[in-house]
């Protein structure tokens, strides 16, 4: 099931897609976890990065999630948001090891940049005009769009993730597109 842009009809059948994806997970089903893992491995990175700034930390996050994710599936409840409930396991993960590592390094720019490149949501010959178009925002606008183009994060996830008020990453997110579709079309941005 695509994360990237949605309705609230489609958030909420991918909802219950993923609940379902759950609870066959926790009945041992690797078909299940599997299709869990593709659905929802690029939120689960983009969040375990937001937290840790290294791109090879949050690679390892993200894998030992899912690991945890086969062992515990049956601790969750239907009742809340499956996406929810699994960043906060990568978003737990990620803080554990920061404390573990004692330390808080930045994300590189390249690293942020590479983001798309991971999303397989975003076609190989699109990546390119997404980069191009990417290169006229500033650092934190980049990572807006970046979390929620590619990586599928609502709003309001990206707003708790980079802690910023949730007008402030709409904001930020329409200006982005606007700049972006100038960009493109080769007239002046806004």
Known sequence: MDMGARTETDWSAEQAFLRELLAQTARGDREAFGRLYAATRGAVYAMALGVLKNAE?????????????WSVAGQYRPDGSPMA?????ARNLAR???????????????????????????AAEDRAVLQTALAALDDETRRIVLLHAASGLKHREIAALLEMP?????????????????????GDAL
């Open 57 to 69: 930390d949050a690679a390892d996050v993200t894998q030992e999630t899912f690991v945890r994710v």
């Open 166 to 186: 949730l007008a402030t990453v709409l904001s930020k997110y329409q200006r982005a597109l606007k700049k972006m579709r100038a960009k493109l079309e080769g």
């Open 85 to 89: 409930w699994l960043l906060t396991v």
């Open 96 to 122: 554990m090891k920061l404390r573990q590592d004692g330390r808080r390094a930045d994300l590189t720019e390249a690293e942020w940049d590479a983001i798309p490149a991971k999303a397989e949501a975003v």
